[in-house]
């Protein structure tokens, strides 16, 4: 229940199926669940990527979901 990255795709599914009340609440949980996230969290997730990166791939992932919230209360 806790999982961002589940949050952020149910979004992405109800945006694509139109509904923008059920996507801004799913986008909402992925946002508050994300800032949860800690480098050693993503690195745990993501141990193929180099952890030089760890950082700017967790700052990625919180701009894809203010980016996918944006476009569900436009």
Do not use: C, H
Request: glycine share 8%.
């Amino acid at each position: 229940r806790e999982n961002p990255w589940f949050w952020n795709m149910l979004g992405v599914a109800r945006l694509n199926l139109g509904d923008k009340a059920g996507a801004t609440i799913a986008f909402e949980n992925a946002q508050a669940y994300a800032r949860r996230l800690t480098p050693r969290d993503w690195r745990e997730a993501y141990s193929g990527n180099s952890p030089v990166s760890d950082q700017e791939g967790l700052n990625a992932f919180r701009a894809g979901i203010r980016e996918n919230l944006e476009k569900a209360t436009n």
